[in-house]
């Protein structure tokens, strides 16, 4: 079952701004708003996941550089594995 929890975006009643995280996987996906210490916290919780933010990839080493006022959503994707069969 696919829960979905969406906010207005802006701040919170603490003054941080709130991002949308989605998180995927086989069953679809999840969409929650929450501050970026939250999805940090989130993004950490899925060490497997590819990292999207604004929809572009990023690597994981380049979390700490991100400026999170500029960021309105991130997505956590299951990593894709090729071979052959």
Known sequence: MTAYIVVEHGRNEKGDIMITLRI???TGHTQV???SSEVIEQIDNHPTHWIFVDGEMIS???ISSINWDTVASIDLTPAIVGGSL
């Open 60 to 62: 994981r080493q380049d």
């Open 24 to 26: 995927l996987n086989e």
């Open 33 to 35: 708003e929450m501050a």
